[in-house]
């Protein structure tokens, strides 16, 4: 039976690991500063992240806190570690920064930086370029999270499409409103049994 | 031509989200798409607004774009030899 | 358990060629191209090649059906595109083993402007509630499923559905994919300089870019074969692990996805006769793919891209390019790829320039898209001969 190795929530600006509060931010009410709090609390060396849109970063920070001390890539080979996310607004809080750079034709200058961002699974894109993974990868859209269903789904990629790895959960960013809850699962590492009861514990207990 | 340098680098990193970057850590000289900046592909996209967002100007041709975007001292000729 | 087959029992298209499977069928065996030059400010600032819908066509045919104005023009192009699907067969739409896959890069993105969105509850710019619009007008029981995973969103629908028939879960899965062309992709592919000056031309030495187009595809998946003799075997989706929105020099992901996919249809790669490319026409993208046959050994292999009939139809290509696919094994003949004239990628791959006729039995479909994903499925006809 396959495992939930390490588990990580950020919401209301706080993040855990595995449990455990391992930052509670109170500086400012910015989602974007908090974030790069979290970025410095992890010592991350990486530029890109700064170009990113939030649902991109809030998902790279969120496998960064999951893989930390985790070295996924010697254990298993590249394109056996997959990446599977949901959420219920897609790419909408980039769609719409995207839309104010072409709504006002007096001043319309679309933005590609901006434009690139607009499809949800870009953030997919994002974590397995920092890390290296050439597993599957997945996005669905759910008013919210369906267990059932992303159990079922990973589970399937680990019995019958080769893949020993896989990144997985909900990243959701609309404005101010936010959660991420993601969890790593293998096939013989990890205190937590995978089950669809077990995915829905994490996402209901404030921890 | 110093003052438009600066005034460049101030929006080149405000736009391309160069973050931690003063303008004084930007050397006009330098090529902008070595692994100094980490400038991509979609970074130059971006300059091509920035010209025409800012400074009213578009390139004509694909390939002035790789001589315009060498350097920040590039890209103010540049606009100094087009502004109207 | 054993897993069950999966067949492909019903399929339609609604695009630039056409509103039927048959007429979009027609046009493309005439080789012709639904990309022409518009004028639309609505669509894009300056004039632009692209394969609209036609819209007052469709108009006509909406009021036809009784699809009111409480949908927007997505979800009825979808609604109808399914319900076109369904006319002739006699499945239950609203039983429980009954499933909604949908596929859509953008769906109601048009809703981001304030104006048109007070006509419709405002949670519908959400994927969520446009998808639950379209498979509650059939009355199905179950959330639908939403991907939107880029352009290779089609494919992995197709995938998802096969995995739940296969698994037992599901009996027949609707997967409907689509997206409409809007000022917001349009104006984003724009800033990208990534369209061509005409209509595109996969493969092709002077290949400058991808040409946009809007379509709905309905393929209807079951595990009851109902006289069809098309199966889906198996599929895969690969990151390339490089850039987001270029493609890898060494087809990475576009490898791992194909050979995931002929091993999960317990083929080898040999076997696979017919490819669909995704073929977009930009120098880059054509070049990875032409690099990943390469890998497979595959270069004499008959290899098309449909991107000049329709444009790239975002959620709805690998749909309606996989069910062109399946059609003409169908019909014993593999189809030319509009647009190119001189080979224009480094490996000698062999791209389908006349429609051949032959009959084969196992096709391989790709597509590739922003984020680095790469996707594969491959098809089965049952009557074709190796």
Request: with cysteine; charged share 20%; net charge negative.
């Given at each position: 039976m396959s495992r939930i190795s390490s588990h990580i929530r950020i919401e209301d600006f706080k993040v855990w690991k595995n449990g455990e509060l391992i930052l509670d931010y109170n500086e400012t009410r910015e989602l974007n500063k908090f974030l790069k709090a979290v970025y410095k609390l992890l010592g991350m060396k990486?530029?890109?992240?700064?170009?990113?849109?939030?649902?991109?970063?809030?998902?790279?920070?969120g496998a960064e806190l999951l893989l930390d001390q985790n070295s996924l890539m010697e254990k298993?080979?590249?394109?056996?570690?997959?990446?599977?996310?949901?959420?219920?607004?897609?790419?909408?809080?980039?769609?719409?920064?995207?839309?104010?750079?072409?709504?006002?034709?007096?001043?319309?200058f679309p933005s590609p930086a901006l434009f690139v961002y607009t499809l949800p699974n870009i953030v997919l894109g994002e974590i397995c370029i920092r890390h290296g993974f050439k597993g599957e990868n997945a996005f669905f859209i759910q008013k919210e999270?369906?267990?059932?269903?992303?159990?079922?789904?990973?589970?399937?990629?680990?019995?019958?499409?080769?893949?020993?790895?896989?990144?997985?959960?909900?990243?959701?960013?609309?404005?101010?409103?936010?959660?991420?809850?993601?969890?790593?699962?293998?096939?013989?590492?990890?205190?937590?049994?995978?089950?669809?009861?077990?995915?829905?514990?994490?996402?209901?207990?404030?921890? | 031509m110093d003052?438009?340098?600066?005034?460049?680098?101030?929006?080149?990193?405000?736009?391309?989200?160069?973050?931690?970057?003063e303008p004084d850590d930007i050397d006009e000289k330098d090529s902008l798409f070595n692994d100094g900046l980490g400038l991509d592909s979609i970074d130059a996209l971006e300059l091509i607004v920035l010209l025409d967002r800012n400074y009213d100007l578009r390139l004509e041709k694909d390939e002035e774009g790789i001589k315009v975007f060498y350097s920040v001292e590039s890209m103010a000729k540049y606009i100094t030899a087009h502004k109207k | 358990m054993m897993k069950k087959d999966v067949f492909v029992i019903a399929n339609q298209i609604v695009s630039a060629l056409g509103v039927s499977l048959e007429e979009n069928m027609h046009r493309i065996e005439s080789k012709k191209t639904g990309i022409s030059l518009i004028r639309n400010q609505n669509l894009s600032n300056e004039p632009l090649y692209c394969a609209p819908i036609n819209w007052t066509r469709m108009e006509a045919l909406f009021t036809e059906y009784n699809l009111s104005k409480d949908y927007t023009l997505f979800e009825k192009l979808m609604i109808y595109t399914a319900k076109l699907t369904f006319a002739d067969l006699d499945i239950d739409l609203s039983a429980k083993d009954c499933l909604f896959v949908i596929s859509t890069t953008k769906g109601n993105i048009s809703l981001l402007d304030d104006n048109l969105a007070a006509s419709y509850p405002s949670n519908r710019i959400h994927l969520w509630a446009a998808a639950e619009a379209i498979s509650n007008y059939f009355?199905?029981?179950?959330?639908?499923?939403?991907?939107?995973?880029?352009?290779?969103?089609?494919?992995?629908?197709?995938?998802?559905?096969?995995?739940?028939?296969?698994?037992?879960?599901?009996k027949n899965i609707v997967v409907l994919g689509g997206d409409i062309l809007s000022k917001f992709v349009i104006s984003g592919f724009q800033s990208f300089q990534s369209l061509s000056a005409g209509v595109c031309k996969p493969f092709d030495a002077d290949r400058d870019g991808l040409s946009l187009g809007e379509a709905a595809g309905c393929m209807l998946l079951s595990s009851e074969a109902k006289g069809s003799k098309i199966k889906v075997l198996g599929g895969?989706?690969?990151?390339?692990?490089?850039?987001?929105?270029?493609?890898?020099r060494t087809a990475e992901g576009f490898y791992y996805a194909a050979t995931s996919a002929i091993k999960a249809?317990?083929?080898?790669?040999?076997?696979?006769?017919?490819?669909?490319?995704?073929?977009?026409?930009?120098p880059y993208n054509d070049e990875m793919e032409a690099i990943g046959i390469g890998r497979l050994g595959l270069q004499k292999v008959p290899v098309h891209s449909l991107k000049a009939y329709w444009g790239h139809s975002l959620g709805a290509a690998g749909i309606i390019e996989s069910i062109a696919q399946i059609e003409s094994m169908r019909k014993k003949i593999l189809l030319p790829t509009l647009g190119y004239e001189k080979h224009g990628v480094s490996e000698p791959i062999n791209v389908i320039s006349n429609t051949k006729e032959a009959s084969v039995q196992y096709a391989l479909k790709l597509a590739s898209g922003f984020s680095g994903v790469n996707s594969s499925v491959v098809f089965q006809n049952m009557e074709g001969k190796r």
């Open positions: 990486y530029m890109k992240f700064f170009k990113m849109d939030s649902l991109s970063k809030m998902g790279l920070i298993y080979k590249a394109e056996e570690i997959a990446v599977v996310l949901a959420n219920a607004s897609a790419s909408l809080d980039v769609d719409r920064k995207y839309y104010n750079t072409i709504k006002d034709a007096e001043n319309y999270l369906d267990s059932d269903f992303i159990y079922d789904y990973n589970e399937d990629l680990l019995l019958q499409k080769d893949q020993n790895a896989i990144i997985s959960g909900w990243v959701e960013v609309n404005a101010d409103s936010y959660k991420a809850v993601m969890y790593l699962i293998e096939k013989e590492e990890g205190d937590i049994k995978h089950l669809p009861n077990n995915i829905k514990s994490l996402f209901l207990t404030q921890n | 003052e438009l340098i600066q005034k460049l680098k101030g929006e080149i990193i405000e736009v391309l989200n160069l973050e931690d970057i | 009355g199905n029981p179950n959330p639908p499923l939403i991907v939107s995973n880029a352009c290779v969103s089609g494919v992995v629908a197709i995938n998802l559905a096969t995995s739940l028939i296969s698994s037992g879960k599901y895969s989706t690969h990151n390339d692990a490089n850039h987001i929105s270029g493609p890898s249809s317990n083929l080898n790669i040999s076997d696979i006769e017919y490819i669909s490319a995704h073929g977009t026409a930009t």
